[in-house]
Protein backbone atom coordinates (compact mmCIF):
# COMPACT_ATOMS: atom_id res chain seq x y z
CA UNK A 1 0.00 0.00 0.00
CA UNK A 2 2.71 2.49 1.17
CA UNK A 3 4.74 1.68 -2.24
CA UNK A 4 1.72 1.92 -4.64
CA UNK A 5 1.26 5.74 -2.61
CA UNK A 6 4.62 6.47 -3.57
CA UNK A 7 4.53 5.84 -6.79
CA UNK A 8 1.45 7.59 -7.20
CA UNK A 9 3.15 10.49 -5.38
CA UNK A 10 6.25 10.65 -7.77
CA UNK A 11 3.36 10.45 -10.68
CA UNK A 12 1.71 13.26 -9.37
CA UNK A 13 4.85 15.43 -8.47
CA UNK A 14 5.50 17.06 -11.73
CA UNK A 15 2.00 18.00 -12.50
CA UNK A 16 1.88 19.50 -8.98
CA UNK A 17 5.43 21.60 -8.99
CA UNK A 18 3.90 22.84 -12.37
CA UNK A 19 0.31 24.31 -10.66
CA UNK A 20 2.21 25.31 -7.50
CA UNK A 21 4.86 27.37 -9.38
CA UNK A 22 2.13 29.07 -11.68
CA UNK A 23 -1.06 29.13 -10.22
CA UNK A 24 -0.58 28.44 -6.10
CA UNK A 25 2.05 30.72 -5.67
CA UNK A 26 1.14 33.55 -7.72
CA UNK A 27 -1.73 33.95 -6.16
CA UNK A 28 -0.78 33.74 -2.70
CA UNK A 29 1.87 36.06 -3.86
CA UNK A 30 -0.55 38.69 -5.03
CA UNK A 31 -2.48 38.58 -1.83
CA UNK A 32 0.81 39.38 0.13
CA UNK A 33 1.29 42.11 -2.32
CA UNK A 34 -2.65 43.36 -2.06
CA UNK A 35 -1.70 44.23 1.57
CA UNK A 36 1.07 46.50 0.64
CA UNK A 37 1.29 49.95 -1.02
CA UNK A 38 3.86 48.26 -3.43
CA UNK A 39 5.07 50.50 -6.65
CA UNK A 40 7.49 49.85 -9.50
CA UNK A 41 10.50 50.01 -6.55
CA UNK A 42 9.18 47.17 -4.83
CA UNK A 43 6.88 47.47 -0.83
CA UNK A 44 6.68 50.56 0.39
CA UNK A 45 3.87 50.27 3.63
CA UNK A 46 1.70 48.11 4.74
CA UNK A 47 -1.53 48.94 4.13
CA UNK A 48 -3.35 45.75 5.33
CA UNK A 49 -6.97 45.38 3.68
CA UNK A 50 -6.70 49.49 3.19
CA UNK A 51 -6.62 48.52 -0.49
CA UNK A 52 -9.59 45.71 -0.63
CA UNK A 53 -11.57 48.82 1.25
CA UNK A 54 -10.86 51.76 -1.07
CA UNK A 55 -11.66 49.13 -4.21
CA UNK A 56 -15.26 48.81 -2.90
CA UNK A 57 -15.87 52.87 -2.64
CA UNK A 58 -13.94 52.87 -6.08
CA UNK A 59 -16.42 54.05 -8.67
CA UNK A 60 -14.33 53.47 -11.62
CA UNK A 61 -13.56 49.88 -10.24
CA UNK A 62 -17.46 49.21 -10.32
CA UNK A 63 -17.85 50.27 -13.50
CA UNK A 64 -15.44 47.96 -14.85
CA UNK A 65 -17.52 45.51 -13.44
CA UNK A 66 -20.47 46.76 -15.16
CA UNK A 67 -18.61 46.84 -18.35
CA UNK A 68 -17.72 43.44 -17.75
CA UNK A 69 -21.51 41.68 -16.88
CA UNK A 70 -22.74 44.02 -20.31
CA UNK A 71 -19.88 41.79 -21.81
CA UNK A 72 -20.81 38.48 -20.03
CA UNK A 73 -24.30 38.79 -20.63
CA UNK A 74 -24.25 40.04 -24.06
CA UNK A 75 -21.89 37.09 -25.56
CA UNK A 76 -22.19 33.78 -23.62
CA UNK A 77 -25.55 33.46 -24.32
CA UNK A 78 -25.21 34.43 -28.29
CA UNK A 79 -22.40 31.76 -28.42
CA UNK A 80 -23.93 28.60 -26.98
CA UNK A 81 -27.40 29.39 -29.39
CA UNK A 82 -25.35 29.71 -31.99
CA UNK A 83 -22.99 27.00 -30.74
CA UNK A 84 -26.15 24.45 -30.89
CA UNK A 85 -27.31 25.66 -34.09
CA UNK A 86 -24.12 25.20 -36.28
CA UNK A 87 -23.48 21.80 -34.65
CA UNK A 88 -27.30 20.51 -34.86
CA UNK A 89 -26.84 21.72 -38.66
CA UNK A 90 -23.47 20.09 -39.39
CA UNK A 91 -24.03 17.01 -37.73
CA UNK A 92 -26.75 16.30 -40.34
CA UNK A 93 -25.19 14.86 -43.10
CA UNK A 94 -24.57 18.06 -45.88
CA UNK A 95 -21.69 17.73 -48.30
CA UNK A 96 -18.16 19.39 -46.86
CA UNK A 97 -18.89 19.22 -42.93
CA UNK A 98 -15.55 19.07 -42.78
CA UNK A 99 -14.47 22.02 -44.54
CA UNK A 100 -17.50 23.80 -42.74
CA UNK A 101 -15.94 22.34 -39.02
CA UNK A 102 -13.10 23.45 -39.90
CA UNK A 103 -13.94 27.04 -41.23
CA UNK A 104 -15.68 27.76 -37.88
CA UNK A 105 -12.75 26.56 -36.08
CA UNK A 106 -10.17 28.21 -37.44
CA UNK A 107 -10.56 31.45 -35.14
CA UNK A 108 -9.99 29.60 -32.39
CA UNK A 109 -6.81 28.87 -33.34
CA UNK A 110 -5.61 31.81 -34.37
CA UNK A 111 -3.43 34.74 -32.71
CA UNK A 112 -6.14 37.34 -30.87
CA UNK A 113 -3.62 40.04 -31.62
CA UNK A 114 -3.75 39.09 -35.30
CA UNK A 115 -7.70 39.22 -34.94
CA UNK A 116 -8.11 41.98 -33.31
CA UNK A 117 -5.96 44.21 -35.66
CA UNK A 118 -7.65 42.85 -38.72
CA UNK A 119 -11.10 43.76 -36.79
CA UNK A 120 -10.11 47.04 -36.21
CA UNK A 121 -9.21 47.41 -39.79
CA UNK A 122 -12.84 46.50 -40.73
CA UNK A 123 -14.76 48.47 -37.94
CA UNK A 124 -12.47 51.24 -38.90
CA UNK A 125 -15.11 54.42 -38.87
CA UNK A 126 -14.02 56.19 -42.51
CA UNK A 127 -12.19 53.50 -43.96
CA UNK A 128 -13.11 49.99 -42.67
CA UNK A 129 -14.57 47.34 -44.55
CA UNK A 130 -18.18 47.36 -42.20
CA UNK A 131 -19.18 50.60 -43.32
CA UNK A 132 -18.51 49.85 -46.79
CA UNK A 133 -20.91 47.44 -46.68
CA UNK A 134 -23.24 49.43 -44.74
CA UNK A 135 -23.06 51.81 -47.11
CA UNK A 136 -24.76 49.77 -50.17
CA UNK A 137 -27.77 49.23 -47.89
CA UNK A 138 -27.79 53.09 -47.44
CA UNK A 139 -26.85 52.53 -43.79
CA UNK A 140 -24.84 55.81 -42.54
CA UNK A 141 -21.05 54.83 -41.04
CA UNK A 142 -21.16 54.34 -37.88
CA UNK A 143 -18.08 54.93 -35.32
CA UNK A 144 -17.94 51.67 -34.43
CA UNK A 145 -15.65 51.39 -31.58
CA UNK A 146 -15.78 55.12 -30.69
CA UNK A 147 -19.28 55.94 -29.95
CA UNK A 148 -19.69 55.96 -26.16
CA UNK A 149 -23.72 56.18 -26.21
CA UNK A 150 -25.49 53.07 -24.90
CA UNK A 151 -26.84 50.89 -27.71
CA UNK A 152 -30.16 50.55 -26.48
CA UNK A 153 -29.91 54.81 -26.53
CA UNK A 154 -29.31 54.35 -30.21
CA UNK A 155 -31.61 51.96 -31.44
CA UNK A 156 -34.74 53.32 -29.52
CA UNK A 157 -33.51 57.12 -29.43
CA UNK A 158 -33.94 57.28 -25.63
CA UNK A 159 -31.34 57.62 -22.81
CA UNK A 160 -31.78 54.18 -21.62
CA UNK A 161 -28.41 52.47 -19.83
CA UNK A 162 -26.95 49.31 -21.43
CA UNK A 163 -23.62 48.49 -23.06
CA UNK A 164 -22.10 51.11 -25.28
CA UNK A 165 -22.00 50.63 -28.98
CA UNK A 166 -17.81 50.37 -28.91
CA UNK A 167 -18.46 47.96 -26.05
CA UNK A 168 -21.62 46.27 -28.61
CA UNK A 169 -18.50 46.15 -31.11
CA UNK A 170 -15.99 44.17 -28.87
CA UNK A 171 -19.04 41.31 -28.38
CA UNK A 172 -19.38 41.13 -31.59
CA UNK A 173 -15.90 40.08 -32.36
CA UNK A 174 -16.21 37.84 -28.89
CA UNK A 175 -18.81 35.99 -30.45
CA UNK A 176 -17.13 35.32 -34.01
CA UNK A 177 -14.11 34.10 -32.44
CA UNK A 178 -15.35 31.45 -29.80
CA UNK A 179 -18.62 30.31 -31.67
CA UNK A 180 -16.49 27.80 -33.61
CA UNK A 181 -14.92 26.44 -29.82
CA UNK A 182 -19.05 25.63 -28.89
CA UNK A 183 -19.92 23.97 -31.86
CA UNK A 184 -16.88 21.65 -31.63
CA UNK A 185 -17.58 20.65 -27.96
CA UNK A 186 -21.60 20.53 -28.98
CA UNK A 187 -20.64 18.03 -32.08
CA UNK A 188 -19.02 15.82 -29.59
CA UNK A 189 -21.95 15.91 -27.40
CA UNK A 190 -24.37 14.92 -30.12
CA UNK A 191 -22.48 12.20 -30.97
CA UNK A 192 -22.88 10.67 -28.05
CA UNK A 193 -26.51 10.39 -27.74
CA UNK A 194 -27.65 7.05 -28.90
CA UNK A 195 -29.77 7.08 -31.80
CA UNK A 196 -32.23 4.54 -30.90
CA UNK A 197 -33.88 7.26 -28.67
CA UNK A 198 -34.66 9.08 -32.09
CA UNK A 199 -35.85 6.05 -33.51
CA UNK A 200 -37.75 5.48 -31.15
CA UNK A 201 -39.35 9.50 -31.36
CA UNK A 202 -39.57 8.37 -35.03
CA UNK A 203 -42.18 5.50 -33.94
CA UNK A 204 -43.81 7.51 -31.49
CA UNK A 205 -44.37 10.39 -34.71
CA UNK A 206 -42.44 13.00 -33.28
CA UNK A 207 -41.06 15.26 -35.45
CA UNK A 208 -37.74 17.02 -35.98
CA UNK A 209 -38.68 20.11 -33.48
CA UNK A 210 -40.22 17.62 -30.98
CA UNK A 211 -36.97 15.60 -31.17
CA UNK A 212 -34.89 18.20 -30.69
CA UNK A 213 -36.66 20.15 -27.41
CA UNK A 214 -37.75 16.82 -25.66
CA UNK A 215 -34.32 14.52 -26.54
CA UNK A 216 -31.07 16.78 -28.30
CA UNK A 217 -31.56 19.29 -25.62
CA UNK A 218 -32.49 17.92 -22.57
CA UNK A 219 -29.43 15.30 -23.18
CA UNK A 220 -26.85 18.30 -24.34
CA UNK A 221 -27.76 19.63 -20.72
CA UNK A 222 -24.42 18.24 -19.25
CA UNK A 223 -22.53 19.61 -22.41
CA UNK A 224 -24.44 23.05 -22.09
CA UNK A 225 -23.71 23.60 -18.67
CA UNK A 226 -19.93 22.87 -19.19
CA UNK A 227 -19.82 25.47 -21.74
CA UNK A 228 -21.49 27.98 -19.57
CA UNK A 229 -18.83 27.62 -17.50
CA UNK A 230 -15.84 27.99 -19.46
CA UNK A 231 -17.81 30.43 -21.67
CA UNK A 232 -18.21 32.91 -18.62
CA UNK A 233 -14.98 32.48 -17.21
CA UNK A 234 -13.44 33.30 -20.88
CA UNK A 235 -15.09 36.53 -21.74
CA UNK A 236 -14.94 37.73 -17.96
CA UNK A 237 -11.44 37.64 -18.54
CA UNK A 238 -11.31 39.56 -21.73
CA UNK A 239 -8.56 41.63 -22.52
CA UNK A 240 -6.39 41.74 -25.83
CA UNK A 241 -9.20 43.49 -27.72
CA UNK A 242 -9.61 46.11 -25.70
CA UNK A 243 -6.16 47.15 -25.66
CA UNK A 244 -5.53 46.43 -29.09
CA UNK A 245 -8.73 47.74 -30.50
CA UNK A 246 -10.07 50.90 -28.28
CA UNK A 247 -8.14 54.10 -28.26
CA UNK A 248 -7.58 55.03 -25.51
CA UNK A 249 -7.24 51.19 -24.35
CA UNK A 250 -10.80 51.10 -22.34
CA UNK A 251 -11.98 54.04 -23.99
CA UNK A 252 -14.19 56.17 -25.37
CA UNK A 253 -14.55 57.47 -21.77
CA UNK A 254 -13.81 54.55 -19.91
CA UNK A 255 -17.02 52.58 -22.20
CA UNK A 256 -14.77 49.35 -22.88
CA UNK A 257 -12.76 48.99 -19.55
CA UNK A 258 -13.66 45.67 -18.38
CA UNK A 259 -12.38 44.37 -14.77
CA UNK A 260 -9.24 43.06 -16.31
CA UNK A 261 -8.13 45.91 -17.90
CA UNK A 262 -8.77 48.01 -15.16
CA UNK A 263 -6.24 45.57 -13.02
CA UNK A 264 -3.48 46.23 -16.23
CA UNK A 265 -4.18 49.68 -15.77
CA UNK A 266 -3.72 50.33 -12.18
CA UNK A 267 -0.37 47.56 -11.87
CA UNK A 268 1.08 48.44 -15.23
CA UNK A 269 0.49 51.97 -16.42
CA UNK A 270 -0.34 53.41 -12.50
CA UNK A 271 2.30 50.97 -11.08
CA UNK A 272 -0.18 50.49 -8.46
CA UNK A 273 0.88 47.20 -7.84
CA UNK A 274 -0.45 46.89 -4.20
CA UNK A 275 -4.41 48.28 -5.58
CA UNK A 276 -3.85 46.53 -8.94
CA UNK A 277 -3.09 43.02 -6.86
CA UNK A 278 -6.28 44.07 -4.94
CA UNK A 279 -8.20 44.17 -8.31
CA UNK A 280 -7.34 41.07 -9.28
CA UNK A 281 -7.73 39.02 -5.80
CA UNK A 282 -11.29 40.31 -5.62
CA UNK A 283 -12.10 39.19 -9.66
CA UNK A 284 -10.61 35.89 -8.64
CA UNK A 285 -13.18 36.01 -6.05
CA UNK A 286 -15.70 36.46 -7.96
CA UNK A 287 -15.29 34.31 -10.37
CA UNK A 288 -15.06 31.77 -7.64
CA UNK A 289 -18.86 32.36 -6.13
CA UNK A 290 -19.94 32.67 -9.51
CA UNK A 291 -19.03 29.80 -10.63
CA UNK A 292 -19.85 28.13 -6.74
CA UNK A 293 -23.49 29.65 -8.39
CA UNK A 294 -23.57 28.20 -11.42
CA UNK A 295 -22.98 24.89 -9.60
CA UNK A 296 -25.27 24.88 -6.96
CA UNK A 297 -28.10 26.61 -9.28
CA UNK A 298 -27.42 26.06 -12.64
CA UNK A 299 -26.91 22.50 -12.57
CA UNK A 300 -29.95 21.35 -10.11
CA UNK A 301 -31.68 21.78 -13.80
CA UNK A 302 -29.31 20.00 -15.44
CA UNK A 303 -30.51 16.53 -17.15
CA UNK A 304 -28.00 13.50 -16.67
CA UNK A 305 -29.25 10.60 -18.51
Avoid: C
Avoid at 58 to 65: A, G, H, T, V, Y
Avoid at 111 to 120: E, T
Avoid at 251 to 259: A, D, H
Amino acid sequence: MRKNLIKALIFILPSFVIIAAFRIFPLIFSFLVSLHDWGIEGPKDFKGFENFVFLFKDIEFWRSLLNTFYYVMGVVPVQLILGLFFAVFLSSRIKGRTFFRTIYYIPIVTSIVAIAVVWKWILNPYRGFANYILSFLSIPPLKWLEEPKSILAILFSKKLPGPSFALFSLMLLGIWQHTGFNIIIYLAGLENIPKTYYDAAKIDGAGPVKQFFSITLPLLGPTTFYLLIVNTIGSYNIFAPIWIMTSPPGGPLGTTRTVMYYFYQQSFEFWNLGYGSAVAIVSFALIVLLTIFQRKVVEKKVFYG
